[in-house]
């Protein structure tokens, strides 16, 4: 039972024993001093009245005294309450990162808080007093305080970005929130302006707007400011009737850098590079990184074709000298594409696309040099891109051939394998020379779906053969480097092994000595997993890359294929015939096959022959043809 209720029934249980005190006290004295009954029973009315009389009054004082008492503790509650708010108010006030200013009606200055103090760097005692407008910066003109007190005294609030000046004079911008105070009455009292410093936000927000058009890396105007300046650029050139010319600058063999060195060293190359040619050219051109090792340079002032060769040129000669990077001597080459205004394009974006063409052209020139855009890029370049399309519509539509060259056993001459080889059948042009599109092939990254569906298609045709008894011991399908990389080429070779029942040991991947050597480590891994699932791995081209003999005693091959560049020169040429003989000696050394292609003459057959050449193909043996035109009866006398 709770304190409260205690309370009452005491009082209770006393108001019961007063009044039964009373009614037998008074019944003992009145029956005393009375003997007639009508007059005792007449005085006993009295008496009860007069209790009820007396305890009316007892009631009356004791409530007049709870109410007091409980009206005494509500209010010492309520200003309990007040006082706890009001602390917490000015903790809050003071203790917020918000800078906050309280006004009076007239506009002075009554209050500030700690963070306003830290904020402006005016102590409380210089602001008190004072009016707002102590902190103008200046930067506004009257009518954006005209219309922020016209919106303050329509809505009673306002809200929006306003720069200010600190007590040190620095022009600084903060987000602003001021709201008018009404007492009791709905007058004016107070204006309340909540504010915070937003300069970190406005300098993370213009780094962003940098980086959005600078790389990162070297700090340059990126493809899409460089695009930008180029229009106005141009723009500019077109009104004053003067000439500019645009370089593409590309360099060569970068990605080796990147992969002996790391790239670490190659995003310092990088930077190395933007730093010279901002000191050969200075402010008279505009530079750009576009992407990767790609760089732009704008020449503004560039009318003539020759100054814009000598311009190029250059730039070539200068990069001859090494670059010092990080106790490395790194000496790189660069390939440039050149495209003029207004002869060769009219707008930055044609500009870029014609540099790019001349470009193309420089790389295939040999690198280390210039190449000056041609009408005839722009259609070569046109007829890469129809060529692409079409190819994708080649793949749709089936248009794709798998062709079979023979390969022959040099020693017994007979043919114990082939390689799968695709061909396009264009249902125009007819067959389609697999040097025109290839390339692009590999450009658009259709080459692994290609090689993909080619080995599909072989690995179904072995079956059928050996189903039909023909004695041959593999199939060989090129792997680029594209498919290569992947790593899911693994899970591909298992899938099509398994759908078409191929033995793995009838199946053999030829991958190019340069794809092994992009990245040695993938390429190991890869292998290796070739080889645990059973497919026989070899060596194509091998002569023609940058081969590591340390390298490439690790990787799990079973066969070396001499590239036919060596062995067009065989017997006569006594430089290939020594590189034969070498290539030869190291595969038969470290227990592998070795296999030579492009054999066309009887005399290049017998020399491979004679020095230990297990098997060979080329046009002397059979060209490439359907399945079903293949010859397997032909075994050409080796003399």
């Known amino acids: 039972m709770s304190a409260t209720y205690r309370a009452a029934l005491r009082a209770s249980l006393l108001y019961l024993l007063v009044s039964i005190a009373w009614l037998q006290l008074s019944a003992h004295l009145l029956s005393s001093f009375f003997d007639s009954s009508e007059a005792l029973q007449r005085w006993q009315l009295i008496n009860g009245y007069a209790w009820v009389v007396f305890s009316a009054g007892l009631i009356f004082l004791a409530r007049a005294r709870l ?6 503790g509500a209010r010492l509650r309520e200003r309990s309450e007040d006082r706890q708010r009001l602390r917490q108010a000015a903790a809050v006030f003071d203790c917020t990162r918000e800078g906050v200013l309280v006004t009076d009606s007239n506009g002075l200055i009554v209050h500030v808080n700690r963070a306003f103090m830290e904020i402006t760097g005016y102590p409380c005692e210089e602001v008190l007093g004072q009016r707002p407008n102590m902190f103008k910066s200046g930067h506004h003109p009257p009518d954006f305080y005209q219309a922020m007190f016209a919106t303050l005294n329509s809505v009673g609030e306002w809200s929006g970005e306003i720069w200010n000046r600190r007590k040190c004079g620095e022009i600084f911008p903060q987000w602003q929130t001021i709201r008018i105070i009404h007492d009791d009455q709905g007058r004016l009292s107070q204006y309340v302006a909540v504010f915070s410093d937003i300069s970190a936000i406005k300098n993370s ?7 959005a058009h600078h790389d990162p890396l070297t700090d340059l105007p990126n493809r899409l400011l460089f695009t930008d300046r180029t229009e106005q650029a141009l723009a500019s050139a077109q009104i004053h009737k003067r000439g500019c010319a645009l370089l593409l600058i590309d360099l060569d063999h970068f990605k080796m850098i990147n992969d002996s060195l790391g790239h670490t060293i190659g995003d310092q190359l990088l930077k190395a590079v933007a730093e010279r040619l901002q000191a050969l050219f200075g402010q008279e051109i505009t530079l750009a990184r576009l992407g990767g090792d790609e760089f732009a340079v704008l020449a503004e002032n560039c009318p003539q074709l020759m100054q814009a060769a000598a311009l190029a040129q250059r730039i070539i000669d200068d990069f001859r000298q090494p670059f010092l990077i990080d106790g490395h001597q790194l000496f790189i080459n660069t390939s440039i594409g050149i495209s003029l205004f207004p002869g060769d394009a009219l707008s ?8 790019d063409s001349a470009l193309f052209k420089a790389k295939g020139a040999g690198r280390d040099g210039y190449a000056l855009y041609t009408e005839e890029l722009t259609a ?34 007979r043919l114990v394998g082939v390689e799968a080889l695709v061909r396009w059948e264009h249902p125009q042009r007819g067959l389609v020379p697999p040097a025109e599109f290839i390339p692009i092939a590999e450009r658009t990254g259709l080459i692994a779906q290609i090689d993909a569906w080619v080995m599909q298609q072989a690995c ?33 070779v298992a899938k099509i092994l398994h759908e078409t029942g191929l033995d793995p040991a009838c199946l053999e991947l030829e991958v190019t000595e340069s794809a092994v050597m992009e990245d040695p480590e993938v390429a190991l891994e890869q292998m290796h997993r070739m080889r645990e699932l059973g497919v026989r791995l070899a060596i194509d081209d091998f002569g ?22 060596f062995v067009a020169g065989l017997p006569w040429d006594e430089d290939d015939a020594a590189i034969v003989r070498v290539i030869i000696a190291l595969a038969q050394s470290m227990g592998m096959q070795v296999h030579a292609e492009g054999i066309e003459q009887v005399e290049q057959a017998g020399f491979l022959l004679e020095h230990g050449c297990d098997l060979g193909q080329g046009y002397w043996f059979g060209r490439p043809v359907p399945a079903g035109q293949l010859d397997w009866m032909r075994m050409p006398e080796i003399r």
């Not at 930055?348 to 540099?355: C, D, F, H, S, Y």
Request: glycine share 4%; aromatic share 8%; net charge positive.
């Open 67 to 72: 109410f007091r008492s409980v009206g005494i």
């Open 544 to 565: 023609t890359g940058y081969s590591s003999l340390l390298r490439l005693k690790r990787l799990p091959v079973q066969k070396l294929k001499i590239d036919q560049g």
């Open 205 to 211: 927000e213009h780094e962003l707007k940098h980086l």
């Open 460 to 492: 179904q045709q072995m079956c059928q053969w050996l189903q039909a008894g023909v004695a041959l011991s593999f199939v060989a399908v090129n792997v680029s480097s594209r498919l290569f990389a992947r790593r899911e080429l693994f899970q591909q």
């Open 348 to 355: 930055a974006e044609q500009l870029l696309r014609n540099a």
């Open 380 to 413: 070569h370049a046109q007829q890469r891109v129809a060529t692409a399309v079409e190819l994708r519509r080649a793949l749709e539509q089936q248009e794709l051939r798998v062709y079979y060259q023979p390969v022959h056993d040099l020693r017994t001459r």
